[in-house]
């Protein structure tokens, strides 16, 4: 099996390799794990033509810097003339009718697009288990979720269905997933990627990640699609740098973990002694780990629930049965059509989510939750920035547990909910996360710890996690 692009890429130019054959070599694992449910659609035929191209200009020499990737999509990402449907009945049969900036950035670099990949409905989830198509079984453990909501991206890349994967990260769907799966999960800085053409959840949240074996690969993707475009306002203009370029560490760090967050009763003992090696290890190398009291802890998970589903609900307005996908055709007149083009299209937690986020935005209501949840944020932002001032990184678990098994927590969605805890503060600030896998816990399954910097800091955040993840034995 293909463990990095740069391994692929050197059998790819000394001629004992083809791009065919890589996509052959995917084709056929994809059809044989085709039970994990991690594709909902393949694009095979169009994979092998794409394939022949670019063995043709690898022969001539004019080949993009991504020829040999294979890459999976999550259902939330448009690529042009190719279903969208987010996981929902609502979009089904949905085509797109152009490329999202970061599609279009991979295909221009000759990266393949191979299929596109399962996740929660409207990306809102954490174990995969809202998905019109189905759940996604974790391969390390098949009565286990993958995590979510980009769980068919997680376990493509866990299962080697293809090299790498796009997924979306609006509270941590790109790093959960990845740490339930034992592969790299990367969100960038709130708008370092662009996200024309990622179906909107949380606007102020949202941003594209990244799943993928290791750091080289993940920042040879994220120098790709970050950047500049004048389809999304809230890019940011700084330069994109080669970050792959440059993963070596450049000085010792110092580094805060959150007290409260390691005392949290509910994260598993096993997972805190791990982390607890990382710091010892980092330690005795001249790195300074310190634990600080971040007070706000407590309200992560409310403000990011108060203000994710207040924005899902005025993006979800769009789906009313008129202009895109399903349509309910037993409605006599106008209201009747949304209401039961919504009723019978939405599944439940989208609704949950629909209704909760109207109701806090309501009139009577809106200043109690909305606008205090705003303001919390605000603190929030204030907080972490000067723990930045003070720190380069902010390490904690990803995840409180390792995958949990299917249908354990999707009776009670309070429960569901707080297994966001380590990740949506990254997204409630704005800045960059990363998830590696740390090992394995005596259960028998993967786990990842993450590492938060400061807004824009990707290239020594990836050259950090580098390091990590290649001294993963000392610890
Ligand atoms: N689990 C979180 C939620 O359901 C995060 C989802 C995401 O990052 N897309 O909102």
């Known amino acids: 099996m293909y463990n990095s692009l740069s391994e692929i890429q050197k059998q790819l130019f000394s001629n004992q390799l083809s791009v065919e054959d890589i996509v052959n070599t995917y084709l056929k694992k994809i059809k044989k794990d085709s039970h994990l449910n991690a594709f909902v659609e393949v694009f095979e035929k169009e994979a092998k033509t794409q394939a022949k191209k670019i063995d043709f200009k690898i022969k001539k020499n004019n080949a993009g810097k991504l020829a040999g990737l294979v890459i999976g999509i999550k259902d939330n990402i448009c690529y042009k003339g190719h279903k969208a449907t987010a996981g929902s009945k609502i979009l089904k049969d949905f085509v797109s009718t152009y490329h999202s900036t970061a599609v279009k950035r991979l295909i221009n670099e000759d990266a393949i697009i191979i299929g596109r990949l399962n996740c929660d409905e409207f990306a809102m989830g954490s174990s995969n288990e809202t998905s019109v198509y189905g759940s996604v079984l974790n391969p390390f453990d098949e009565t286990r979720v993958s995590g979510g909501s980009s769980g068919g991206s997680a376990v493509a890349v866990a299962d080697n269905l293809c090299l790498a994967a796009l997924g979306s990260d609006t509270g941590g769907s790109v790093r959960q997933p990845a740490s339930f799966c034992g592969v790299v999960g990367l969100k960038p800085t709130y708008g370092r990627v662009s996200r024309y053409g990622l179906i909107a959840y949380a606007s102020s949240f949202d941003q594209i990640g990244i799943l993928a074996k290791n750091i080289r690969d993940a920042a040879l993707i994220l120098e790709t699609i970050a950047g500049?475009?004048?389809?999304?306002?809230?890019?940011?203009?700084?330069?994109?740098?080669?970050?792959?370029?440059?993963?070596?560490?450049?000085?010792?760090?110092?580094?805060?973990?959150?007290?409260?967050?390691?005392?949290?009763?509910?994260?598993?003992?096993?997972?805190?002694?791990k982390i607890l090696n990382v710091f010892d290890y980092l330690n005795s190398l001249g790195h300074s780990v310190k634990g600080?009291?971040?007070?706000?802890?407590?309200?992560?998970?409310?403000?990011?629930?108060?203000?994710?589903?207040?924005?899902?609900?005025?993006?979800?307005?769009?789906?009313?049965g008129v202009r895109f996908g399903y349509r309910n055709e037993n409605s006599n007149d106008l209201n009747s059509l949304y209401t039961n083009t919504r009723t019978k299209g939405f599944g439940k937690e989208v609704k949950r989510r629909i209704m909760t986020g109207t109701f806090v935005l309501s009139k009577g209501f809106n200043d109690e939750y909305y606008t205090k949840a705003q303001k919390v944020r605000q603190l929030i932002q204030d907080e972490t920035n000067k723990i930045f001032n003070e720190f380069d990184f902010i390490i904690s678990p990803t995840t409180p547990t390792t995958a949990f098994k299917l249908?354990?927590?999707?009776?009670?969605?309070?429960?569901?909910?707080?297994?966001?805890?380590?990740?949506?503060?990254?997204?409630?600030?704005?800045?960059?996360a990363i998830s590696i896998p740390l090992g394995k816990h005596s259960n028998g399954m993967p786990f990842g710890v993450q590492i938060i910097s400061d807004k824009f800091k990707e290239q020594s955040l990836l050259a950090f996690a580098d390091f990590l993840l290649k001294n993963l034995k000392f610890f």
């Open 407 to 432: 249908g354990a927590k999707n009776q009670n969605p309070v429960e569901m909910y707080l297994e966001d805890i380590f990740t949506v503060h990254a997204n409630l600030v704005g800045v960059p």
């Open 228 to 273: 500049e475009d004048g389809f999304d306002s809230t890019v940011s203009e700084k330069p994109v740098s080669e970050y792959s370029k440059s993963l070596e560490l450049s000085k010792n760090h110092k580094i805060a973990f959150f007290n409260n967050h390691l005392n949290n009763k509910e994260l598993d003992v096993e997972i805190r002694d």
């Open 292 to 320: 600080v009291d971040f007070k706000l802890a407590n309200l992560l998970i409310p403000t990011y629930y108060v203000l994710t589903t207040a924005e899902a609900s005025s993006n979800l307005l769009r789906y009313d």
